[in-house]
C-alpha cells in the first residue's frame, strides 16, 4: 500500500496534493499496491470525497482532542504510527512546505532517509527515483533503499489526473497515541499577512524587475504596467541587494515562490535562484536586452530590447486599447 | 546561554557548467555563506550582543576548505568554530538524517540552549536536517521563524512562522529547541575589517565524526547517487525584436489575447 499524505484547505486538496497522488498512482501501479491518505483535521469525510477520485481506496482521518490545529511534531508522529500500524511499502507526499515538514519528522523519527523533489520512479526493492536539485536545474538519478520509501513529489512538475478507474474512499477514524511532548509546538494564532496589494505568491499576473532597472526610480514604469494589467509586482534577488525593493519584494529560493498565469519579468538574467521562485509560472514573457540571458530560454514569449523603452510604449499601448 | 549556529557553504553553479559523474566540476562551483544560514547566524550574533553571557559557536559539515566560509561566520560576530569532517564522506550527498546525526554530535558536546540554522540549503532544498537535529537530541522545534523573542527567565521562546500563502503562525516553543530562521528576519550584516582580523584568532576546531563518538554505520545513507545530468529544455520562445514601439501594439495584443489585460 502506498500512503500519501494529504494537505487541504477545509477539505479540497491542495494542487500540489493532487499532483502527489498522481505520482503516488504510478508508484502504485508499480507496485500493484492500493492507495491510501492520510488526513488531518475534522474534514476527512469531504476529503475522501475529492481524493477518491484519484484512485485513493481508504483515508484515515487522524483527529486527537489536543490536536486542532498543525502541529508538525504530532502530524509526523501520526504519520509513523500509521505506518507501524499499516506497514505502507511507501509514503508519498506533496512537495509544498507542509509536505516536507512532516516528511522529514517521519523520517527522523523513523530514522529514514527521503526523497524529496522526486519526478520519476522505477519502483523495486529500492527504488530508482529521477528527483530534481538546485531547484531544477539539474536532475539526479539516486537510488533509495529502506524499509518504507519516503517521497515528495517535485512541485508544479507533475500534471494532476484522477485515475481512470476511481471511486469513492472509505473514511476510517485514527487516533494517534500522542505524548506531551509532540504537542509541544502548536499554533496558537494564524495571521493574514498585513501587506497591501496581491499578495505575490497568489497573484494571477506578476510584473518583476531585476539589476536591468538600474535604480529604484526604474520600478516606477513597472508598477505602472503591474497597476495596468492587476499585477503583483516582484523583483529579483539583485535588485533586493542592491537596495531598490525590500525583502518582501524577492522572487526566488530565498524569497516568495510564485505560481502565476502570467509572468513578466523585466531585465532578470534568470540566475538558478530566482528560476527556482517562478518555475511554477505557466507562461513567461521576458524583457531582456540580452538575447542569450537564461531566461530567454526559459521564456515562451521574450522582447530582446531595453525594457526604459520598451515598458513605458508598452504601457502607452495597453491604454490606448483599454481607454485607461 | 549558548547558541549553536549550523552554518553550511552555500554552493552556486555558473550559468555554464559541466558534470563530473555524480558532481557538478568544481571549477564550475562557487562557495559562499549559505544565504538562509547568514540570517540565522546574525540572528545570534544580535542576542550576544544584547546579553553579555550568550556565546555564539557555529557548527559545520565539510573538508578543510569551507574553512574559508567559516572564518566569514567569525569575521561577523560568531565567537567560536567547530568543523566535522571524514575523508570517507567525500563525494557522497549527505541525506538530512545523516547530516543531523553529525551535527547533532557537535550539539552533544557544546549542549547549547538553542540551536539556529537556515531553513535549507541552495543545492538540495531538503529543508529537513533541522527537524531531524531537532529529532535526534530531543529538543522542540519550529521552522521558517521570521520573529524570535526569548523569554529567558521562562525557557520559552515566541516565534512567527511564516507558511506559504502569506499565512502567518505564532508559536510558543520551550528551550532548548532548535529553530529554523527564514531570510528576511533581520538584515545579516556585513564583517568589518576588524572582524576580519579578529577571526583570525578565533578557535576554529575540527574534529572527526569518531571523536564525536559516531560510528562508520552512523555515517551510511540508503540515498545514493548514480548521476547527475542537465534536464532536456525544449525552448520554443516567440522573440519580438522589433522596435519598442512597433513590439509593445504587439505585446498589448498577446496580453489581451491572454486576458491577463485589465
Known sequence: MILTFVEHEAGVPEDTTLEALTFARDVADQTDSAIEAVVFGDEGPAVADEVGAYGVGAVHAVSHPDLDTYAPEAWGESVSQLVDELSPEAVIAPGSDRGHEVLAHTAAKRDLAMAANCLEVEAGDSYELTRQRWGGTLLEHARLSGETKLLSAAPNEISAEPA????????????????????RVQISSIEESDEEGIPLGEARTVVSGGRGVGSPEGFDKLEELADLLDAAIGSSRAAVNEGWRSHDDQIGQTGTKISPKLYIPCGISGAVQHMVGCKGAENIMAINTDPEAAIIQKAEYAVIGDLHEVVPELNEAIREETGQ | MKVLVTVAEEVTVDDDFEID?????????????????????????????????????????????????????????????????????????????????????????????????????????????????AQQLGFA??????????????????????????????????????????????????????????????????????????????LVSSLSVASLYEPETESDVTLFEGDADETAGELADLLREKGVEA
Open chain 2, 21 to 133: 559523474g555524480t558532481r557538478v566540476d568544481d571549477r564550475y562551483l562557487s562557495y559562499d555563506l549559505n544565504e538562509w544560514d547568514d540570517y540565522a547566524l546574525e540572528e545570534a550574533v544580535q542576542l550576544s550582543e544584547q546579553h553579555d553571557d550568550v556565546d555564539v559557536v557555529t557548527a559545520t559539515i565539510g573538508p578543510e576548505r569551507v574553512e574559508e566560509t567559516v572564518r566569514q561566520a567569525l569575521a561577523k560576530g560568531a565567537d567560536r568554530a567547530v568543523r566535522v569532517w571524514a575523508d570517507a564522506l567525500a563525494g557522497e550527498v549527505l541525506d538530512p538524517v545523516t547530516k543531523a546525526r553529525l551535527l547533532a554530535a557537535v550539539a552533544r558536546e557544546e549542549e547549547p540552549d538553542l540551536v539556529l540554522s537556515g531553513v535549507q540549503t541552495g543545492d538540495d532544498a531538503f529543508g529537513a536536517t533541522g527537524v531531524a537535529l
Open chain 1, 164 to 183: 481512470d478507474d476511481g471511486g469513492e474512499a472509505a473514511v476510517q477514524e485514527f487516533e494517534p497515541d500522542l505524548e506531551e511532548s509532540d504537542l
Open chain 2, 141 to 218: 522545534w519550529a521552522a521558517v521563524v521570521n520573529d524570535l523573542d526569548i523569554d529567558r527567565e521562562a525557557g520559552v521562546a515566541s516565534v512567527h512562522r511564516e507558511l506559504e500563502g502569506g499565512v502567518e503562525e505564532l508559536t510558543d516553543v520551550e528551550l532548548p529547541a532548535v529553530f529554523t530562521i527564514q531570510t528576511g528576519i533581520n538584515e545579516p550584516r556585513y564583517a568589518s575589517l576588524r572582524g576580519i582580523r579578529q577571526a583570525q584568532s578565533k578557535p576554529l576546531e575540527a574534529a572527526s565524526p569518531s571523536e564525536l563518538g559516531l560510528s562508520a554505520g552512523d
